[in-house]
């Protein structure tokens, strides 16, 4: 009989080493997948790692884009991290990204053609406020009616997603658009659109505040008091009772908090990569996220190296299918393969493995 018998003390070593091992078992399932779909499987590896950052065709204008890609997902893994230290499970993350984008957007359109300074601040300060609102609907019910937070956040994607196919043939819908679905383009609208701080770097306000998070949440987790209250309780969610810790509140705060990012997240790129509200504006950053956010180990810093790998496989996966004509699905499938290994290594990680009867 085969049992696992759980670690006491699971090696720090190997908790580190893990993401690494789990990067090394997707490279290699990954070129079996590509294998059997008749493509060269270590070409395909090596277009998918090494072509975006050091092929001298390609580098030039892949690497800007690593953080173009990269800022999005940082910047919703981060604040999930939070929630997910204490036990709290925000798996809709996608749905706030999305009503982020719609609140934001909705500020620019609103006052068009007027042109100012505040337009885009406000409209980043409207973005926060969508996200964070939608992520109040799952804390609420949980701290009300003792709902399930996964299943109410996940579920409300869907709902989001009805609003942004409305939105984007309704009332956000360019009427200069000549009837097709979808805003105006906010690139073209020097008071809202968040270009780059520095040409070709890829640099823009998303970015940098992605990184600025990553500090925040790095301090906060490690020298003030609500990190310590997080990390009690999704550590020791009894003793955190005993301590006074406030479950209602630290729900509120972590969903909020996760949500505001989010939104923030989704506000960034149609006000900047994207460039308008359509129908398909979701891109999966919000699901993405949370392997970003397990790949990183729910460490600020984790989660910024685990972003920049995850926008990696999104550039090296665009040239694979360009190069290749790797299926887009192989690539997702392929991404997801990380968090599937990730998964798997942490058993042994948290587990030990115990042949016999149990004793």
Request: hydrophobic share 55%; with cysteine; glycine share 12%.
């Amino acid at each position: 009989m085969i049992r696992f018998e759980k670690r006491l003390a699971p090696s720090r070593t190997t908790t580190i080493l893990t993401p690494i091992f789990a990067v090394l078992l997707t490279m290699i399932a990954g070129g079996i997948m590509f294998a059997a779909l008749g493509k060269p499987p270590l070409e395909a590896i090596r277009i998918i790692f090494w072509d975006p950052l050091f092929d001298p065709m390609f580098a030039e204008y892949s690497r800007p884009q690593l953080l173009v890609k990269a800022g999005p997902l940082i910047l919703i893994a981060i604040g999930l991290s939070v929630g997910f230290k204490a036990g709290i499970w925000n798996i809709g993350a996608e749905g706030q990204y999305i009503m982020g984008a719609i609140f934001g957007a909705a500020v620019a359109l609103s006052v068009y053609p007027a042109e100012s300074a505040f337009i885009f601040p406000a409209m980043i300060v409207a973005g926060a406020f969508g996200g964070w609102l939608w992520a109040m609907i799952p804390a609420i019910l949980r701290t009300k009616f003792k709902t399930n937070e996964i299943l109410v956040s996940l579920m409300l994607v869907y709902v989001a997603e009805a609003i942004l196919a409305s939105v984007s043939q309704g009332l956000l819908k360019n009427p200069e658009g000549y009837g097709f679905p979808g805003s105006r383009n906010l690139q073209q609208y020097p008071s809202a659109f968040n270009e780059e701080i520095f040409v070709n770097s890829g640099m823009h306000w998303g970015v940098f505040t992605a990184f600025a998070a990553v500090i925040f949440i790095y301090i906060m987790m490690t020298r003030h008091i609500r990190g310590f209250e997080v990390r009690l309780m999704g550590e020791a969610p009894k003793a955190a009772q005993f301590a006074g810790v406030s479950t209602t509140r630290l729900v509120i705060f972590c969903l909020g908090f996760s949500g505001a990012l989010a939104g923030l997240a989704g506000m960034f790129e149609v006000a900047g990569p994207a460039g308008q509200i359509t129908i398909d504006f979701n891109s999966g950053y919000g699901f993405t996220a949370i392997i970003v956010a397990f790949l990183g180990r729910l460490h600020p810093v984790g989660i910024l190296l685990a972003g920049l790998l995850m926008a990696l496989t999104y550039i090296g996966g665009e040239l694979a299918q360009l190069m290749l004509g790797v299926p887009g699905a192989s690539i997702q499938l392929f991404q997801g393969m990380l968090l599937l290994f990730l998964l798997a290594t942490d058993i042994f990680t948290n587990y030990r493995v115990r042949i016999g009867g149990a004793q």
